[in-house]
């Protein structure tokens, strides 16, 4: 490791590709004729095959979990506080694997892609995904990498949710299942603020049903407003109290000077909107938040959580956060509620952090303590 | 009254117009050459003109607060719930005034108002404004009407920020003050969703920096989404929750079905922002959150509420709602709080209601109790 990073990094990482070209069957009923996987490893996979862990990204993520891909970069991969050596997913103990979801746009094949029965961009034609569709893309990169069973699958967010379904989907291919900040289905409010982000996109008239991808535009303004609309539901009143407060960014309230009030919090939303806006494809967003509000773990099991859980096989590690209100604490005692009643064995862990939801990314002490503890069990078990 | 009513309806109620033309000097240093206040009122004024009341109205609202515009309205006034006879604000006891703010945009002088200056819209030139400045503007209306001094000063949200203003601009002239679910100064978390709104607005490339006045045209899309943002702010989980759950409009979740789907509360959503688009002024919108951000109650008192309150002369009546996370009952019991410290008479309560921040336009039966009991002492005093 570079001496540029400190001693619990991973320090340098290159993302792979997995390429697959029997196509995918996917649950909206279309089917992918093939498809890649961006992705990456941290660790080394031991002598059985015993030792994988998954991550499953949330929305706006990707494969890029941990480490950094330059020596000159400085901004390391999005949990980086909880995997490398001594963190809670030990690089030391564990293969790692992470990768960018099918749809996304870090590199696995997505909107962006070539559809190789037109030979364009699929743009807005991309296939409509569910969770359980990143799933079987993933079970296929696990035979690849010769991984039967994961050790766990990890994941906060959608990808908390995306861990559930593998648990449902492929139950005797992982051991744990580790859910951080996630729920069992969107509630109507959850609904509305992916609404609002979708309808800030396809408002732009940049966006053009999707086809801006044909003409070399971007609907800057509508993914600015859809990430402002996130950054506002992943922190919590408290969080943005003690960030922002009613700061000013400059101006005063002295009379006369009204053009140049400007609040430190609509700066901050201002920079992070336009920020993400050159980083992000429009139609994964909306393809991703859609896949978002579809999620309905027990849909296929009358609607009935226990029925659900009860073809899990594995154990279950689930987290919230005191101060979330996307994924409420509430929403995951409910996931508690049915692994118990489905007589699954479940750790719970509630942290007090007023950072909300994105509190799940966040070297909070006693969230990473008890991750840590239940990662040893992994490792043990 | 007609037949067409209930007897709890003040029935048909007419819209006038005061026009004031001394120069009204306004909080950011420029002033209104003249004005004008398009109001309404119900119930008669007395001999001694003592059983007037001011309503205060909130973000979206304007002057018609009860009552109906014709025969064939089937829409009543705002807050035809409160107010009529029998009802807390009792017609048949008091003499209500409703204005419409100035900067809004329905009837009194705002952004789409002729600037006598250059014989043009104001549109995006009309001067910033604070509540201070609504607060200056009705109290010549009270002049203008004979009413020295209020019975009380009435508002919900950004109304009830404007009626503790009055207590502390003019306290002798309102013998009590009624706050309902309002704060004395946004969060950050309230600035961030306003500035989400505005951006919405300023990224309609029909908004054109607000010329869009001088064009005919409409920023509706960025109406509709600003819209939005209020709509789920204004609602509980819990209210959308009972409202919507995750009930689908049409659609299904069969395979191959995902283009149909959508969710009651998205379809809910579109079509509240693109009715208001077209009945709601987009400077005006811009105006009245900066507004509303801007409000501090106690920043010229040194930023102590009790010294700010210290001033006020009034009575107070102040009430939340549990489940209110726009203007949570926490933030009124900070007024209440303050207003004990300061030694004014403060009656306080907190409604156990799903409603939201909306809540405070329902008829609650608890609500609609407390507030006739309050505004009984009011008549007696």
């Given at each position: 490791?570079?001496?540029?990073?400190?001693?619990?990094?991973?320090?340098?990482?290159?993302?792979?590709?997995a390429?697959?070209?029997?196509?995918?069957?996917?649950?909206?009923?279309?089917?992918?004729?093939?498809?890649?996987?961006?992705?990456?490893t941290?660790?080394e996979l031991n002598h059985d095959n015993s030792n994988a862990?998954l991550?499953?990204?949330?929305?706006?993520?990707?494969?890029?979990?941990?480490?950094?891909?330059?020596?000159?970069?400085?901004?390391?991969?999005?949990?980086?506080?909880?995997?490398?050596?001594?963190?809670?997913?030990?690089?030391?103990?564990?293969f790692?694997v992470?990768?960018?979801?099918?749809?996304?746009?870090?590199?696995?094949?997505?909107?962006?892609?070539?559809?190789?029965?037109?030979?364009?961009?699929?743009?807005?034609?991309?296939?409509?995904?569910?969770?359980?569709?990143?799933?079987?893309?993933?079970a296929r990169l696990a035979d690849r990498l010769g991984i039967d069973c994961w050790?766990?699958?990890?994941?906060?967010?959608?990808?908390?949710?995306?861990?559930?379904?593998?648990?449902?989907?492929?139950?005797?291919r992982?051991?744990?299942?580790?859910?951080?900040?996630?729920?069992?289905?969107?509630?109507?409010?959850?609904?509305?603020?992916?609404?609002?982000?979708?309808?800030?996109?396809?408002?732009?008239?940049?966006?053009?049903?999707?086809?801006?991808?044909?003409?070399?535009?971007?609907?800057?303004?509508?993914?600015?407003?859809?990430?402002?609309?996130?950054?506002?539901?992943?922190?919590?009143?408290?969080?943005?109290?003690?960030?922002?407060?009613?700061?000013?960014?400059?101006?005063?309230?002295?009379?006369?000077?009204?053009?140049?009030?400007?609040?430190?919090?609509?700066?901050?939303?201002?920079?992070?909107?336009?920020?993400?806006?050159?980083?992000?494809?429009?139609?994964?967003?909306?393809?991703?938040?859609?896949?978002?509000?579809?999620?309905?773990?027990?849909?296929?099991?009358?609607?009935?959580?226990?029925?659900?859980?009860?073809?899990?096989?594995?154990?279950?590690?689930?987290?919230?956060?005191?101060?979330?209100?996307?994924?409420?604490?509430?929403?995951?005692?409910?996931?508690?509620?049915?692994?118990?009643?489905?007589?699954?064995?479940?750790?719970?862990?509630?942290?007090?952090?007023?950072?909300?939801?994105?509190?799940?990314?966040?070297?909070?002490?006693?969230?990473?303590?008890?991750?840590?503890?239940?990662?040893?069990?992994?490792?043990?078990?």
């Open positions: 490791m570079s001496a540029n990073f400190d001693s619990h990094s991973i320090g340098i990482v290159t993302p792979q590709v390429r697959f070209d029997d196509p995918l069957m996917l649950a909206c009923g279309r089917e992918l004729p093939n498809y890649e996987l961006t992705y990456e941290y660790g862990v991550i499953c990204h949330a929305l706006s993520g990707h494969h890029h979990a941990a480490g950094y891909h330059s020596e000159e970069d400085r901004k390391p991969g999005w949990w980086n506080e909880c995997i490398g050596p001594g963190k809670p997913i030990d690089t030391n103990q564990f790692v992470s990768a960018n979801n099918i749809g996304g746009c870090h590199g696995s094949t997505g909107p962006a892609s070539i559809n190789p029965a037109t030979g364009k961009a699929w743009g807005p034609d991309f296939p409509s995904l569910r969770a359980r569709d990143w799933v079987n893309s993933q050790a766990a699958v990890i994941g906060g967010s959608l990808g908390g949710m995306q861990a559930m379904r593998w648990s449902l989907e492929y139950p005797d992982l051991k744990h299942c580790i859910v951080i900040a996630a729920a069992m289905k969107l509630s109507a409010q959850n609904l509305a603020f992916n609404e609002l982000a979708r309808q800030a996109i396809v408002s732009d008239p940049a966006f053009e049903d999707g086809n801006y991808v044909y003409k070399g535009a971007v609907p800057g303004q509508g993914l600015a407003l859809a990430r402002m609309v996130g950054h506002i539901t992943y922190l919590s009143d408290e969080a943005m109290a003690n960030k922002f407060g009613r700061e000013l960014r400059s101006g005063s309230f002295e009379m006369g000077d009204e053009d140049n009030i400007e609040f430190q919090v609509q700066s901050y939303l201002r920079h992070q909107g336009s920020q993400f806006s050159g980083n992000f494809d429009a139609n994964t967003y909306i393809l991703m938040t859609r896949a978002l509000d579809y999620f309905d773990l027990a849909r296929e099991y009358q609607h009935d959580p226990v029925k659900a859980f009860s073809n899990a096989n594995c154990s279950f590690f689930v987290a919230s956060f005191s101060t979330d209100w996307r994924f409420a604490p509430a929403r995951s005692r409910e996931i508690v509620n049915a692994l118990i009643a489905a007589d699954r064995p479940v750790t719970y862990t509630e942290i007090e952090a007023n950072e909300g939801h994105d509190a799940f990314l966040m070297p909070i002490p006693r969230y990473l303590e008890a991750f840590s503890a239940y990662m040893k069990r992994v490792g043990e078990s």
